[in-house]
């Protein structure tokens, strides 16, 4: 009954992500959508050798460039060297942030000139699938640039790309891996600037008794789960800080709130993100950052495929609004918590879990 998206393979560790030490299968790899007009790329990224190709769709075999500009064997064909889809011009750092742009409905029609860039940068981990993704279409349909990280579901990361447009990339990560979320973050940097929001999205999940746990089990819960977060939170704060102004938001779950039973592990591990929630958001509000932490209950997304109809069923009738939840419809707290208007919500926890849990 868990709302996460996840990815489960490891990246190795190490303390720099060097480009003579990284296994080809691993190193942090990005790609975006393309389009015709190259002359932004000066904003963030060295102006390209030549002129990209047309777009196309992401079917077609593309060339991946990693954080180390080094061409990933995994995708043959070649790309221009230059390909990343900077956002739109960042207003000046005087701590003055433009107003956020109207939300332009979620409609399967919806065309690109119907979103109108608004200077910001959104990163979201875990925007491959479920709620990550209905995050990443949301925010880019309100115009922010928005940067998602996936670890292994490639062909999920390239389709939302695909279907999104402009101002949008993915890069692979393992947000367990300190070497890795830096690099990552490089990436999007040299793309987007500083990520204006940060959405903490990324988890695993497990049922399992508490005594047939293993401490391998517990870590790597542990590790994806809480100590993702820590490594993105950490490594986004100085540009945050500097500009005095910021929005992180976590993605816990109802059972970091309540505790569930044969998830022992991810219980822990979502409750410790509600704790760095809470503190964080004391730390950091006289810089102007706030942080807040969304609590789903039972969202349909790809982890209920192993549940039955009639399982469904049953967790619907268990909930006092008579259904499950829809990824978008955490997608809606998020963007709001990421506006202006919310400046004074700090520290808090919102369920979005039909009532199933007050």
């Known amino acids: 009954m868990k709302d996460d998206d996840f990815e489960l393979s490891l990246f190795p560790e190490e303390s720099e992500p060097d480009e003579d030490t990284l296994p ?29 190709a047309p777009p196309q769709d992401f079917a077609q075999p593309l060339f991946v460039q990693d954080t180390f500009g080094r061409q990933d064997e995994a995708v043959p064909a070649p790309r221009p060297e230059s390909f990343a889809q900077p956002a739109a011009p960042r207003p000046a750092e005087n701590n003055v942030r433009p107003a956020p742009a109207a939300a332009v409905p979620q409609e399967k029609s919806a065309q690109p000139h ?28 309100q115009g922010y640039a ?17 279907a999104l447009g402009r101002d949008c990339m993915a890069v692979r990560c393992d947000v367990a891996d300190r070497a890795a979320c830096e690099a990552a973050l490089r990436v999007v940097v040299r793309t987007f600037g500083d990520p204006d929001v940060l959405i903490c999205n990324a988890g695993i999940a497990q049922q399992k008794l508490f005594t047939d746990i293993t401490e391998e089990e517990w870590q790597r819960m542990l590790a994806v789960d809480l100590t993702g977060a820590f490594h993105l939170c950490q490594l986004v704060l100085p540009g945050m800080i500097r500009r005095k102004h910021g929005r992180i938001l976590n993605v ?19 409750a410790g993100l509600i704790g760095l929630t809470k503190a964080l958001a004391k730390e950091e509000g006289p810089s102007g950052i706030t942080v807040n932490c969304v609590a789903p209950g039972v ?26 939840g829809e990824a978008a419809e955490v997608a809606r707290v998020l963007a709001f918590l990421a506006e202006e208007d919310a400046g ?15």
């Open 252 to 270: 816990s779950s109802m059972w970091g709130q309540a505790g569930g039973s044969c998830e022992v592990h991810y219980s822990a591990a979502k």
């Open 344 to 358: 004074y919500i700090t520290g808090q926890v919102f369920g979005v879990n039909g009532g199933l849990v007050i």
């Open 299 to 324: 969202i349909e997304t790809d982890m209920m495929n192993a549940f039955s109809v009639n399982d469904k069923k049953a967790l619907a009738e268990e909930t006092p609004v008579g259904r499950l």
């Open 114 to 141: 119907t979103r109108t860039p608004n200077g910001r940068t959104v990163l979201i981990s875990g925007g491959d699938r479920g709620i990550g993704a209905a995050a990443a279409r949301l925010f880019w349909q």
């Open 24 to 52: 080809e299968k691993e190193k942090p790899a990005a790609f975006d959508w393309q389009r015709d007009d190259p002359e932004d790329f000066s904003h963030h990224a060295p102006a390209p050798q030549k002129q990209p």
């Open 146 to 162: 928005t940067a998602i990280l996936y670890h292994q579901d490639e062909g999920a990361a390239r389709n939302l790309i695909n």
